[in-house]
């Protein structure tokens, strides 16, 4: 898969043109910025200084057991003995980090404090201090402070006391007690909240019990008189025998290659592969700071874990990526022991007149989980030549079709415990039919539909005419009436990814290229693209490429979405319309730099408990440590396209 030298540059010249990292791109950026919140972002970041490197050197010697060496010259930070807090931070695969810090009147002083106090811990003689390989040393200072008010802090405001997590930190004094929330406590505790912040200082600070619901211990917090000031800070980390800069708790990286884009896409694929179980199920969810497979929307389903089933099928289309990008049979296996733990969930559906099936899982049956389900199973028969599952695709379709509704509207569930006592929901009133609402369901169903249209062999035409006239008329109601019908639930950031998808497939059949289809989908990918943080109006370096609802809000890097405007450049490219393809490739070449940023690399796993278990994933936000099989899954399929598409 290597690249030629001039592809390479050919490449990296694009990527450096549209996402606006030029210099004089970026002038204009910063001219343009409406409230730049911060100046931190220099070329320092990219590269640890020869200085920084010694500082490093000296440290991990001093914690070794040698007298503290005399501390080089020109470091890339000043010491500001009124402000200038330090922290170091042990890490070693197995061991809880092992973290101090203190301020003393210059550097040497400081570094001497807390080297001395790390190393009067009991656990330090957990970490092998001496061997770069194993023990990483994280060295944050405090760099800046402010006023702040603990109690109007935000995290999607532009004010003085929004919360940026991984680059605001607090000091904060309670009780006589003055306390650190560094900047890279967000990486270490994965923070992303102002409510996540909130609870953390609420236990810190020993302001409720432990045991104290997380709602009512905010609120004690926040009815406590505490003093505030925002912070920030410059940090450095190990890593064997280099030491790399942090940015949000985080190595920057440099704009990707097409070499690091397909490195990064199997990476991904692997750690599905190597996160599945002997009954063909993923690893569904994991928390590598606490390694825990306890997800954090069900934490009292532990025994069996929650799993879902509409996400299995888009690990196992992750998979068959892999495959189709690698050749090794290896995907393809697990891919089809993925689809016969899916196939085991089907249930025969009894008011059809001929074979239908529904996946049923969770008491529930979607119809996103049949639509998912069904793109993964032609997937697997296009790709293996393997028949084994026509009946279930078959089955699947007649499914799908029984839940459009006489006007086109795609019912969200078959089957739903609240509903109907649990039976089966046929012809539900209107009221139902918006309470059961999806954006992404009735998408997911009518790719389904099309591949298997488009793809696979089926002699039955009556089957064929009903898909193709169905499929229609529930395109119609999407495109024509939905948004009309459900005007109030149309978010400002549209999430019709899976019917972008869809409607690639089906204006390629005849009769199905129809301009309010073709509309839809371009009308979307323009209210993506200015939603989207760029260049000109990125508050913070890593957000390029990520959207936002309301400009300001925390940067959303967000691969599934970027999976419909790839289907918005594939339209185009079929169209002939080279104009619109090319600018939909610029934006998609600065997405993909946004999710490199949630790639768990050897390098960014250091605050995990077991880096290993969690490297070639794709966790869910920047200072976030989980990691859902959709989040890898949904960075896998948006990156094999993209790598697909380039020259």
Not at 99 to 110: E, H, P, Q, S
Request: proline share 5%.
């Amino acid at each position: 898969m290597a690249e030629t030298g001039n592809r390479s540059r050919f490449f990296w010249l694009i990527f450096f043109l549209v996402a606006g990292l030029l210099p004089v791109a970026a002038a204009r950026a910063a001219a343009d910025r409406p409230h730049p919140l911060t100046n931190q972002f220099q070329n320092n970041f990219k590269e640890a200084g020869t200085a920084e490197k010694e500082l490093f050197r000296v440290i991990r010697r001093a914690l070794s057991g040698k007298n503290l060496a005399p501390l080089p010259q020109n470091l890339n930070f000043s010491f500001q003995p009124e402000i200038a807090q330090i922290y170091i931070t042990l890490l070693q695969s197995g061991n809880q980090p092992l973290r101090w810090g203190a301020r003393r009147k210059d550097l040497a002083k400081t570094l001497k404090r807390v080297i001395a106090q790390v190393k009067s811990r009991p656990r330090f003689t957990e970490f092998n201090v001496s061997d770069p390989d194993k023990c990483r040393i994280l060295f944050e200072i405090v760099t800046a402070e402010k006023e702040g008010d603990l109690k109007k802090l935000d995290g999607n405001t532009l004010h003085g006391n929004r919360f940026e997590p991984g680059i605001t930190g607090l000091k904060y004094s309670c009780a006589g007690i003055t306390r650190y929330f560094m900047p890279t406590d967000a990486i270490m505790h994965s923070i992303m909240s102002v409510k996540q912040l909130l609870n953390f200082i609420a236990k810190k600070s020993g302001i409720a019990p432990q045991t104290t619901r997380k709602s009512e211990r905010i609120k004690l917090l926040l009815k406590t008189p505490i003093k505030c000031k925002l912070l920030t800070s410059r940090a450095w980390i190990s890593y064997k025998t280099t030491v790399l800069p942090l940015y949000r708790g985080a190595p920057m990286l440099p704009p990707p290659n097409k070499k690091e884009l397909y490195a990064s896409t199997i990476n991904g694929v692997d750690w599905l592969y190597d996160n599945m179980y002997d009954d063909g199920r993923f690893l569904y969810y994991y928390d590598g700071i606490k390694d825990s497979r306890v997800d954090f929307i069900h934490p009292r389903q532990q025994s069996p874990l929650y799993y879902n089933i509409l996400r299995h099928s888009g690990g196992t289309i992750a998979l068959l990526w892999g495959y189709e990008l690698t050749g090794e049979i290896k995907y393809l296996k697990a891919a089809k022991k993925s689809l016969e733990y899916l196939q085991s969930t089907f249930i025969t559906q009894t008011e059809t007149k001929d074979y239908a099936c529904f996946p049923f899982f969770n008491h529930k049956s979607k119809l996103g989980g049949a639509g998912v389900g069904l793109v993964a199973l032609v997937k697997y028969t296009l790709l293996s030549g393997d028949n084994c599952f026509a009946k279930a695709m078959t089955g699947l379709v007649r499914h799908i079709l029984s839940r459009i509704d006489k006007d086109g509207e795609m019912i969200g569930y078959y089957i739903h415990p609240k509903y109907n006592q649990g039976k089966p929901l046929i012809n539900p009133q209107a009221d139902i039919k918006k309470e059961l609402f999806s954006f992404y369901y009735p998408g997911e169903a009518l790719l389904g539909l099309a591949l298997y249209y488009r793809y696979i062999e089926n002699k039955d035409e009556k089957l064929r005419l009903e898909i193709l006239r169905k499929s229609r008329k529930a395109l119609d109601f999407l495109v024509e009436v939905r948004p009309q019908k459900y005007a109030d639930l149309f978010p400002a950031l549209p999430a019709d990814a899976w019917l972008m998808q869809a409607i690639e497939e089906w204006v390629k059949v005849p009769g199905c290229k129809k301009a309010a289809y073709i509309d839809f989908v371009f009308r979307d990918t323009d209210a993506l693209a200015s939603h989207m943080y760029k260049a000109a109006n990125s508050l913070y370096p890593d957000y390029p490429g990520g959207f936002y609802y309301k400009y300001g809000d925390h940067v959303y890097h967000d691969a599934s979405r970027g999976e419909g405007v790839m289907a918005a450049y594939r339209l185009a490219q079929y169209l002939k319309d080279d104009k619109r393809a090319r600018q939909i490739m610029k934006n998609m070449l600065i997405s993909a730099y946004g999710i490199m940023y949630l790639r768990q690399t050897p390098q960014s796993t250091f605050a995990h408990l077991y880096p290993q278990k969690s490297c070639g994933s794709f966790r869910f936000k920047l200072t976030r440590a989980w990691i859902r099989v959709d989040s890898t899954q949904h960075a896998v399929c948006f990156l094999a396209r993209l790598y697909q598409s380039l020259p």
